[in-house]
Antibody
Framework: EVQLVESGGGLVQPGGSLRLSCAAS????????MSWVRQAPGKGLEWVAN????????YYVDAVKGRFAISRDNAKKSVYLEMNSLRAEDTALYYC???????????WGPGTLVTVSS | DIQMTQSPSTLSASVGDRVTISCRAS??????LAWYQQKPGRAPKLLIY???NLEIGVPSRFSGSGSGTEFTLTISSLQPDDFSTYFC?????????FGQGTKVEIK
């Protein structure tokens, strides 16, 4: 069974940093691109970042470019999102998701909540 | 960026109704469109990919159509489990973008 489990969320002050982790199981991580998507409280979905199979390509939404970094460790079956210079508008539930071969985001984790507030 | 616009934002319907949700892209996206269902407090669930392909395990009452800039999600006979919020998403170019969502409520 495919499972994605996020961790690392919490309360952080504006300007602070957090590192989110996504533990993958039930499939061969090395054969899939991976994504992070976020959802502010009561709002819609916003794609944040993608990383290719070996970590050599990364893509970001403009709102996080230069502040967030997606990475992966296939040996540890994990994907990460390093978040720096956090702002109030980064407050959201952050989902890790698997990109299917042609199907966009076919599996999602339950999410981890990031709250940026003083 | 490609803007995705869904209509309506809210839809009131009864069990057994045929329901149609529209999604319009600001640029042509061929068929690189997905539909998701999200229930309160839960992660989104993929329903349809490449505009009209049903994800494994999704009931056949769900269907998708369209190409280019105009897309439709149809639920042929609404069931109690279908009262949720639905999002479309384009994945033809970065940044990937989602529609604002359509909430299907009980009439």
């Amino acid at each position: 069974e495919v499972q994605l489990v996020e961790s690392g969320g919490g309360l952080v002050q504006p300007g602070g940093s957090l590192r989110l982790s996504c533990a993958a199981s039930g499939f061969t991580l090395t054969t899939y691109w991976m994504s992070w998507v976020r959802q502010a409280p009561g709002k819609g979905l916003e794609w944040v970042a993608n990383i290719n199979k070996d970590g050599s390509e990364e893509y970001y939404v403009d709102a996080v470019k230069g502040r967030f970094a997606i990475s992966r460790d296939n040996a540890k079956k994990s994907v990460y999102l390093e978040m720096n210079s956090l702002r109030a508008e980064d407050t959201a539930l952050y989902y890790c998701a698997r990109r299917g071969f042609v199907s966009s985001l076919d599996y999602w984790g339950p999410g981890t909540l990031v709250t940026v507030s003083s | 960026d490609i803007q995705m616009t869904q209509s309506p934002s809210t839809l009131s319907a009864s069990v057994g109704d045929r329901v149609t949700i529209s999604c319009r892209a600001s640029q042509r996206i061929d068929i690189w469109l997905a539909w998701y269902q999200q229930k309160p407090g839960r992660a989104p669930k993929l329903l349809i990919y490449k505009a009209s392909n049903l994800e494994i395990g999704v009931p056949s009452r769900f269907s998708g159509s369209g190409s280019g800039t105009e897309f439709t999600l149809t639920i042929s006979s609404l069931q109690p489990d279908d009262f949720s919020t639905y999002f479309c998403q384009q994945y033809t170019s970065y940044p990937w973008t989602f529609g604002q969502g359509t909430k299907v409520e009980i009439k």
